[in-house]
């Protein structure tokens, strides 16, 4: 409404027909890209009467004005891989989290938050690839045009690698850097790394527990740890510790998984890989805390993985 009166009128001297509004945008105080993208659209603004008042926060005070929905725009980012579509449209309805779920309670009918939230629920029910991308269409088209979240710019994640060093390719998932795969053409075979972190340079490898999602946990437990599958270039689902799998539909309307396990896999102990250690992983992961809304409960894993269990190696 805003913008369609300042555009009907056109001249500036007759913007003050259009009733005058102030806007209130926050920032991440020490984030030069998001400062300079907010620049450009406060000039915008500008140009038809409408006033902004941006204020630059420190983490602490920033997230709670998030998470209050204390803004009419907050400048934010998403992790992006591995955080897959779904989860990360899950993350939208956590109270306490991101500025999606306090702005949502803007949507206008006949959308609303719980609606938009069982679309985004339904979408793990859809079994082809057709309607997976039908069903994510409608629901960013609705988040897009209410205003509630519009993509605005992308990150490159550089690497600098010595010209001794060869081998290396970016990994699929911010702050993943596979080292591991790294071979050493000439000179020492000692290799010092500098990874970058949310906020400067990693300085510690956290606590190590592949089944947490800090940017620690990435970057150092990719170098470690190894799941049935992975993300490959473009997303595509590969084969790693399951060498395959075997979709079944069950008479209760679900789904039931069986995985192929490699053989010949040994841990760093010498001890073997095998159906078992897969299912004390899957014990582990959904049992409490794991299985609430701050881990893995947030995109609704615990909601649909009922059972697992080991028939030999599978």
Known sequence: AILACALAFGSASQLDKCQRHTLDFILLKGDPLTAQIEDDVRADLAKIGITVNTRLLDKPDYNAAMQQGDFHLCFTESWGPPYDPHSFATGWFRPDNEAHYPAMDGLEAPMTK????????????????VTRQAKWTEILQEMHNQAIS?????????????????????????WDYPMHNIEVATGSRTVTVAPGAQTGLFKTTGPMDPHSYRPNEFFISNWIYEGLVYYGQGGIIEPMLATSWVVTDTADGGQEYAFTLRKNVLFHDGAAFDCAAVKMNFDHVLQPPLNTLNYHGWYYLPKYATNWRCEGEV
């Not at 719980?114 to 690839?129: F, G, M, P």
């Open 114 to 129: 719980e609606i938009l939230q069982q679309k985004v629920a339904d979408v793990l029910k859809a079994e082809t690839e």
């Open 150 to 174: 519009n993509p605005m710019w992308s990150r490159r994640m550089p690497a600098v690698i010595n010209r001794r060093l060869q081998n290396y390719n970016a990994g699929p998932q911010q």
